[in-house]
């Protein structure tokens, strides 16, 4: 094809000497991208090409420029999609919780264990007294678990310090995990996710603490990329969270929130008024609060696992986020509490059954709309010319697989940054 054919489809390509890296060919593409003519944007057919870590050509094989690759995969009809991106986890933490799954078997419900000072105080503890080794080696198995299943971006939050040496202590290692692994990690200052038990009955002391000198000392070692707050009766209340939003804007750091999970505080539609990347949870979430987030470009991120490990019986609005056009991203949210899970394939398929959203919304769940809960969404999250080269290949039929099976993972392979 012509270069102006190419560039008309928005896939320009520079053609050179040494043109590509590599090239993967006999492919099956899910490319996700926006606006696509086909469901999934799939291409049968399809030939990725990438150089220096990037997609410099990604569709059909009879369009693609003639490129000469130093290294050409054959995929013999395997599907290829986007890396899945997990968008919200608290991946990095001390202990478990499985006694308090057994009290909650016996009768016990999450709000009565939190504030019998359990809960997420119970992990505080078990954080604070880990070593930064103890903590990277065990949330280093939990990432390998992500990657297995084709995860390529991961955001991990803090928010089990409560202090600041031990939220900085969260974040370094979260941030090692970047380095050392083959995956991109996202942070998120969470220090406004409880009030730690010094601080009993002084949530605004705590609130002081955290938008003054414990977002100082993160914002600068430069350890978190965004800043989220739980907004619950159990943890900070609107105006709280809206200190917070506003120490973080000072900083220049993009906001989040956990919020309408358990009750309707008004949260998700606080944190679209100051522009926040997502809204997370969001059960108990209403009409206003969606048209709010519609209007700022928020992202929904909806997180099953939670849903289901609760026995939570209040859904998500799905329906009325779909008639305002407010994407939805999907994530594991996994933490020892209420989602101990580090299954992306299991989050499409309870976002399914459990949710009703189709497969293709699930997949762009964990692919576009993770990204742009992320603010990403020019980096990563579809496969199209210019956005880093992280894939997914599949030994799958069709997409909807993905989706369907429970606790089988037909990964290929996968390719973070072209490799
Ligand atoms: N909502 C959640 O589901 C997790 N944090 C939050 O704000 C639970 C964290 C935990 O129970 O440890
Ligand atoms: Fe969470």
Known sequence: ????QAKSRGRDVAAGPSDCDISWINARLATMAAGADQPYGAVEDGLIAARDGRILYAGPRC????????????CAGRWITPGLIDCHTHLVYGGDRAHEFELRLQGASYEEIARAGGGILSTVKATRAASEDELFASADRRLSALIA?????????????????????????????????????????LGAHAVPPEFKGRSGDYTNLVAGPMLDAVAAD??????????EGIAFSPEETAQVFAAAKAKGLPVKIHAEQLSNLGGAKLAAEHGALSADHLEYLDESGVVAMAKAGTVAVILPGAF??????????????????????????????????????????????????????ALAGLTRNAAQALGLQDQIGTLEAGKACDLAIWAIERPAELAYRIGFNPLHSRIWNGQ
């Open 1 to 4: 094809m012509t270069g102006s």
């Open 308 to 361: 289901y490990f609760l026995r939570e019986t209040q859904k998500p609005p799905v329906e009325l986020l779909r008639k305002h056009g407010v994407p939805i991203a999907l994530a594991t949210d996994a933490n020892p509490g209420s989602s101990p899970l580090t299954s992306p394939l299991l989050v499409l398929n309870m976002a399914c059954t459990l949710f009703r959203l189709t497969p293709e919304e």
């Open 149 to 189: 299943e084709g995860v390529t971006t991961v955001e991990i939050k803090s928010g089990y310090g409560l202090e600041q040496e031990a939220e900085l202590k969260q974040l370094r290692v979260a941030r090692r995990l970047g380095h050392e692994r083959p995956v991109t990690v996202r942070t998120s200052f």
């Open 63 to 74: 369009e693609a420029p003639a490129l000469a690759a130093r290294k050409t995969v054959d």
């Open 222 to 231: 430069k350890l978190a990329d965004a800043v989220d707050v739980f907004c």
